[in-house]
């Protein structure tokens, strides 16, 4: 006999009615899940973008001054380095503003989209590095960089993948122009491209 009870007692428990809330809950957890995964990432900065072209444009000048390849390349490290820092604060900043997490879901497919291209990049400047191809790396600093927005892009605004592409065509004509070409190239590229993007993503998606 004392082992009815224990049955009565889960029999009891499956007749007991679900709680609503706990169910609304659980659909609202969801419905909000899926939101995040088909949302943009949108603090993609515009004024950040503006100010890494701006000093791109710089960089282009003081590259073209110099003698020493090894000098030009150090001059557009420099600017690499600059550009990255400028770029995340100016999307960290506009991410607070837009309360839009660095570490969301559109903000990871964001990154995951745009890091791969850019450490073939690096490994391809080491490469040319080794063997003095210096007359080379701009080209494929703007391909490589343009598959990086374009990739990321796709999980971003439109503007994003636009000025990818652009990036890429750049990089495509830089091959068929001759080396010296290359620091203009780059000022058109990373400089205006990054200045006109940057205004637009500025003037529509806020900032």
Known sequence: MSNIHPLRHDQAAEKRPVD?????????????????????????????????GTT??????IAAQQIYLRNWLIVWLTEA?????????????????????LISTPARKFAFGFTPPLLCGVAITLGLWRYEHYNVMAPAWMLCYGAAVVTGG??????????GWIF?????????????????MMA????LLHIIFGAIIARRYGG
Request: charge should be positive; charged fraction near 15%.
């Open 168 to 184: 890429m065509l750049f990089g495509a004509a830089a091959f068929a122009l001759p080396a010296a070409y290359g620091n203009y």
């Open 56 to 61: 791109a444009v710089g960089a282009a000048y």
């Open 20 to 52: 609503i809330s706990d169910r609304a809950i659980d659909n609202l957890r969801f419905i909000r899940e899926t939101m995040e995964r088909s949302t943009s990432f949108t603090a993609v900065p515009g004024y950040g973008g503006i100010l890494m």
């Open 81 to 101: 380095f600059l550009a990255a820092a400028i770029g995340f604060l100016a999307m960290w900043q506009k991410s607070k503003i837009a309360e839009q997490s």
């Open 154 to 163: 796709a999980f971003s605004i439109r503007a994003v993948p636009v000025m």
């Open 188 to 191: 058109a590229s990373f400089g």
